[in-house]
């Protein structure tokens, strides 16, 4: 009978490695453990017996028309209705994403281009708006430029005003001084000369003035229109400002409508892309679908043969149920075996320890003995040769006592077990060997 090197036992719920090399043969003298390892190869045959004709009866039935049960086939039925199901709806959902992705595409293409008409609106609203302040700022310069000359012209009139007013002052201190050699008509003809003369005076400083007012009124209303013109130059820059403004805001919302655009046509290829992989799917489960009701068809053409194997299958199954309880028991009983073998085995290492232990103890005994044999066997030789002879006639002083003597003084050298100093492994009744002696 062989063993292994290394055996696994399950002891206490784990795995545990038994080396059993070394306890072979104490392990082999045990007849109750003979019985159980020839019990064992018995069922372990029976076993592979079994276990083959199950395999037989596997390769037989894989030998005729493999068809999966009409359980089976129906769960796969029901598996692709499920997923047909499921992606159908996945598919409605991407229709409905992406007819909406569609509308608000469309609705920001109007807010787009509704902005874009805005933008180009208030870029008309500030072109115009900037041709008017150019008009007017053409308008002041110009009136600017026509009330210099105005301005001119005033002056050149208050100056011929105030020349008029002198001369007119001087006639009338002429004619306040008196002439007494004139005659009446010469004087007459000078006052009347005069008369005209300040007549035409007094038109020219009518007509003066009335041309000062008329410039005066001109320049009022020059004014007031440069300061009308002035406030709407600073109307429209006001407008011009709150336009570019809104201009500004229109270009960003038209930036954020180009990128929200953007993500809209990308989240539209994207739900195509789904679409088109759903598409597919959706082919493949109905080849799939099309495919199992073939085979669906053929299985309940085959399903009736196969009942009678199912029912000749359940009946040996339920024998091969019977046969693994039996052998579960059989298994069982093993179990206990192995236990009460091992715990055989730990008491055997036990006995084995002790052992060792003793033969440790009597070993260091012989050696003690040995030594002391050795000590006074060398004793003894010496004594012999110091033993006189007849033959000299003369007698020597024995040296003997000396040796012991010496011995004694000596005896650390030699160390000397006592017989109370036996370890408990050891037994208590052990005899003194031959030729120690008892005074030691």
Same mark, same amino acid.
């Given at each position: 009978?062989? &063993?292994?090197?290394?055996? &696994?036992?399950?002891?206490?719920? @784990? ?21 159980? #390892?020839? $019990? /064992? ?9 079994? %276990? ?16 999966? *049960? ?31 992705? /569609? ?12 902005? =874009?008409?805005?933008?180009? +609106? ?17 308008? !002041? ?15 050149? +009139?208050? /100056? ?17 001084? *008196? ?17 005209? !003369? ?39 820059? $006001? ?28 989240? %539209?290829?994207?739900? =195509? ?7 597919? @799917?959706?082919?493949?489960? =109905? ?6 009701? /073939? @085979? %669906? ?30 052998? #579960?028991?059989?298994?069982?009983? !093993?179990?206990? !075996? ?48 110091? =033993? ?38 050891? *037994?208590?009744?052990? $005899? ?9």
């Amino acid at each position: 009978m062989t &063993y292994s090197k290394t055996c &696994y036992v399950k002891c206490n719920g @784990d795995l545990k490695a038994l080396d059993v090399e070394k306890l072979c043969k104490q392990i082999e003298d045990i007849p109750e453990l003979k019985e159980i #390892l020839i $019990e /064992e190869e018995t069922v372990s045959q029976c076993l592979q017996k079994n %276990i083959t004709g199950v395999m037989e009866i596997a390769q037989k039935r894989e030998g005729r028309a493999v068809v999966q *049960p009409e359980n089976k086939q129906d769960d796969d039925m029901m598996e692709n209705s499920e997923r047909f199901t499921e992606l159908q709806g996945k598919y409605d959902a991407l229709l409905k994403t992406s007819e909406t992705h /569609e509308v608000k595409n469309h609705c920001l293409q109007m807010d787009f281009n509704t902005c =874009r008409a805005k933008c180009k +609106l208030l870029n008309r609203k500030i072109d115009i708006i900037q041709e008017d302040k150019d008009n007017l700022d053409q308008k !002041y310069h110009d009136m600017i430029r026509e009330k210099r000359p105005l301005q001119g012209q005033n002056d050149g +009139l208050q /100056e011929n005003m105030l020349r008029l007013q002198a001369e007119n002052n001087e006639l009338k201190e002429h004619l306040r001084t *008196p002439i007494s050699n004139t005659s009446h008509d010469a004087l007459e003809g000078y006052n009347n000369m005069h008369q005209k !003369y300040h007549d035409m005076i007094r038109e020219s400083i009518k007509i003066h003035k009335n041309q000062q007012e008329t410039h005066l009124a001109s320049i009022i209303v020059l004014e007031e229109i440069i300061t009308t013109c002035q406030k709407e130059i600073t109307g429209q820059q $006001e407008n011009i400002k709150v336009l570019q403004t809104q201009n500004n805001g229109l270009k960003e919302d038209i930036k954020t409508v180009r990128v929200q655009n953007s993500g809209l046509q990308e989240d %539209i290829k994207t739900v =195509r892309v789904q679409n088109n992989g759903l598409q597919e @799917d959706i082919k493949t489960v =109905r080849v799939q679908n099309n495919g199992l009701q /073939e @085979d %669906i068809k053929k299985v309940q053409g085959q399903n009736d043969g196969l009942q009678e194997n199912m029912l000749r299958l359940r009946a040996k199954n339920n024998e091969l149920k019977e046969i693994k309880v039996t052998l #579960l028991e059989q298994s069982n009983r !093993y179990r206990e !075996y192995i236990k009460t073998v091992h715990i055989k085995n730990n008491n055997l290492k036990e006995n084995q320890q002790t052992v060792q232990g003793k033969n440790n103890g009597l070993q260091a005994r012989e050696q003690t003995v040995e030594t002391q044999s050795n000590a006074l066997n060398e004793m003894s030789r010496t004594n012999a040769n110091e =033993r006189p002879t007849e033959a000299s006639g003369t007698q020597k002083k024995p040296t003997f006592w000396k040796k012991v003597k010496w011995f004694f003084e000596r005896k650390d050298q030699f160390p000397i077990v006592p017989a109370h100093h036996v370890s408990s492994d050891q *037994p208590e009744n052990i $005899e003194p060997e031959p030729g120690c002696s008892s005074w030691i």
